[in-house]
């Protein structure tokens, strides 16, 4: 059953606040509550150690993820909507992979976050270029967009694997290798500037275009004829989600399910309008990769890649929400 | 067993002595039996850091390819490394190795790593070549396998691992002596990062040992496996006092203490950030210059009472065990801290 009206809508806002409040009051360091929130609102005096840990490592992180979460389940829902199709995620045009790459092809010179993160975003945004070539050289349907993501990506998973094999297994392996598992501990104020902006950006055309995206998933005869440039709006659509996963994997590496899962676990609490898809996948996204990156870097002394642990608890959500619909569909008992 | 110790070492001699026809026999680090025909005029080493082994023992005139940690291709390769092996271009090899062109060099022997190429190893020797594969995560280890090479190349190499042996005994031995004049309240806390300053060492490496060794506390020993990610809390947590970078990667001292996100750390707040010199091979791993790594730590660590001749020490090691002299810059950056 939906939980509609009300409820969903403070569900929905109190989800992410209580995430960033968790995030900021537990660590692997002890901190008093009054403590972290008095280096927080900056109140008093607080412990240098205190207000470094509050403000320069919990803070960022914690915005970082609410970020890169929101990013990547916006741009999971839309794109489902977009290729009419409900297992459609971020990666399927490729951004991924060419980010993957990027990143890799940077490790191999330098530990440079800004550089890691500028030549990932950078080969993201060629794999989408070279994805929307194809689709103008052979038709920009659905399918040319889907078949020209599939081989973009695996193009630069070759090119992944081709850096791997060359890459010192001494130095360089290794720091790929953690990069491609996903993480946020590297956020830090002076490497997440380019992922508020355009998250905010991102963000901002979404809820603007939101009420259209609806019409996107109707056939492109269909939407011409509601007054929708339909290959403009999908080219649009297709390059706002790519700039948005393309910065999210360049500060955080590889993490998969959240642009699955959260856009139908949004689904299951709003229903498939976008007008209200896209705000609940966001607010659900942003709270679901604070919760996850707490586990992350709280629960050992070690990180756990993100990608992990999004994986293991992707894949039976996922599985739930999938029995859910099958049942409704009387397809399954 | 992970380590098979040197269980036996016989002669398998078609007559008396060493013959044309004789074999050695050994079990190596991964528990496999392993016959050597003797004598071994050409072997190659898949394994980086086993191919030091070969410095060591006086026997590298006989290796014909060789992977050298910390040294994927030429360009990687220093002009120290120039020195000490004046046919590295026709050496030097890396990546995964290939059959073929092993069994084409003509080595009868093969040293591997044997975490990483336990398939090659076990398809060189369905081929008829011998293979040593070792596993080298502990001092014990490292003499273990010093032995285990020295054995395959007979009487000279294994009194050079006698004399490496004993070094390694005298130093640890003048070391904890020396370190005991010292409360245990000062052992100080020690983070070793590897290539990224928020990948640390585990408890199961050899640096967690090395830093034990030299009378400091290995803050992040309760980890496990290899390289491990975390995050910049939990090194505030561990709170070090003394940071150490190795000798290979892009973190420098200088890009820590200038980093303001790290200055509630007390080895910031002090200074206290140490790149590992290297002349060589990287001083962090288990290769024979590591002995010269634990003297480099204990000087670090415990200036006031460890008193080693550094200079004297290092001296020797590369004269004696690499055959090499050190240039006056050379020596500088050892003696750095």
């Excluded at chain 1, 109140?43 to 929101?70: F, S």
């Excluded at chain 1, 490497?191 to 995206?213: D, E, N, Q």
């Excluded at chain 2, 025909?37 to 394994?47: C, L």
Aim: hydrophobic letters at 55%; charged letters at 15%; glycine letters at 10%.
């Amino acid at each position: 059953m939906r939980i509609r009206g009300r409820s969903t809508g403070w569900l929905l806002v109190l989800l992410p606040i209580l995430a960033f409040l968790a995030s900021m009051l537990i660590g692997r360091y002890g901190l008093r509550i009054g403590e972290t929130f008095r280096a927080l609102f900056q109140i008093g005096d607080v412990p240098d150690v205190v207000r470094a840990l509050v403000l320069r490592v919990r803070l960022p992180r914690t915005l970082a993820a609410a970020c890169v979460g929101a990013n990547l389940a916006v741009v999971g829902a839309a794109f489902q909507g977009l290729f009419r199709n409900p297992l459609v995620e971020p990666r399927i045009l490729g951004v991924s992979s060419g980010a993957a790459f990027g990143a890799a092809l940077a490790l191999l010179m330098t530990s440079h976050l800004i550089v890691v993160q500028a030549s990932a975003f950078a080969f993201a945004l060629l794999a989408i270029g070279l994805v929307l070539l194809i689709a103008t050289r052979f038709g920009s349907s659905t399918l040319v967009l889907i078949i020209g993501g599939i081989l973009v990506g695996a193009l630069f998973n070759s090119l992944l694997g081709l850096i791997k094999y060359v890459a010192d297994p001494l130095s360089t392996l290794p720091s790929i290798t953690y990069w491609l598992l996903g993480g946020l501990s590297r956020s830090q104020w002076s490497s997440i500037g380019p992922l508020l902006v355009i998250t905010v950006a991102g963000l901002t055309f979404f809820l603007l275009v939101r009420w259209r995206l609806n019409l996107l998933t109707l056939s492109d005869q269909e939407a011409r004829a509601l007054g929708i440039r339909v290959r403009l709006l999908r080219t649009a659509v297709v390059l706002a989600g790519a700039m948005m996963a393309g910065v999210s994997v360049a500060l955080g590496g590889m993490i998969g399910w959240i642009g699955l899962v959260i856009p139908h676990a949004a689904r299951a609490l709003v229903g498939p309008d976008h007008a209200l898809l896209i705000p609940a996948s966001a607010l659900l996204g942003a709270a679901a990769l604070m919760f996850l990156d707490l586990i992350a870097r709280a629960a050992l002394a070690s990180e756990i890649p993100l990608g992990i642990l999004t994986g293991l608890i992707g894949v039976p959500i996922f599985l739930l929400l999938f029995l859910r619909l099958l049942r409704a569909r009387g397809e399954a008992t | 067993m992970k380590f098979a110790g040197l269980a036996m070492v016989l002669l398998i001699a078609g007559g008396f002595g060493v013959t044309a026809e004789s074999v050695i026999q050994l079990t190596d680090q991964m528990g496999n039996v392993v016959e050597i025909p003797q004598p071994v005029e050409r072997f190659a080493s898949v394994y980086g850091i086993g191919t030091y082994f070969a410095y060591a023992l006086g026997v590298d005139d006989r290796l014909v390819k060789g992977w050298y940690i910390g040294v994927k291709s030429l360009g990687q390769a220093s002009e120290a490394m120039y020195r000490l092996e004046p046919r590295l271009p026709d050496l030097l090899s890396s990546g995964d190795p290939n059959i073929e062109e092993m069994v084409a060099t003509g080595a009868t022997l093969i040293f591997v790593d044997g975490a990483r190429h336990a398939g090659f190893a076990e398809q060189m020797s369905d081929l008829g070549v011998a293979v040593i594969q070792f596993m080298v995560e502990s001092p014990d280890a490292l003499l273990e396998a010093m032995q285990l090479a020295a054995t395959a190349f007979g009487e000279g190499a294994i009194e050079r691992a006698h004399v490496f042996a004993a070094d390694f005994h005298r130093v640890l031995a003048r070391i904890s002596a020396d370190i005991q004049e010292a409360s245990p309240l000062e052992a100080p806390r020690v983070l070793f990062l590897g290539t990224d300053p928020l990948t640390v060492s585990s408890g199961d490496m050899y640096q967690s040992w090395m830093i034990e060794a030299a009378g400091g506390i290995h803050v992040s020993s309760e980890l496990t496996g290899y390289w491990n990610e975390v995050n910049l809390e939990q090194i505030l947590l561990w709170d070090p006092e003394i940071i150490v970078i190795p000798p290979y990667g892009p973190v420098q001292p200088a890009s820590l203490l200038g980093n303001p996100d790290w200055q509630a750390i007390s080895a910031i707040r002090n200074g206290r950030v140490h790149r590992m010199p290297r002349v060589i091979a990287p001083m962090d791993t288990p290769v024979p210059e590591s002995l010269l790594g634990i003297v480099w730590l204990a000087e670090l660590l415990h200036p006031e009472v460890v008193g080693f001749n550094l200079e004297e020490e290092m001296e020797r090691f590369y004269a004696y065990y690499y055959s090499y002299e050190l240039s006056a810059t050379e020596m500088e950056t050892l003696l750095s801290q």
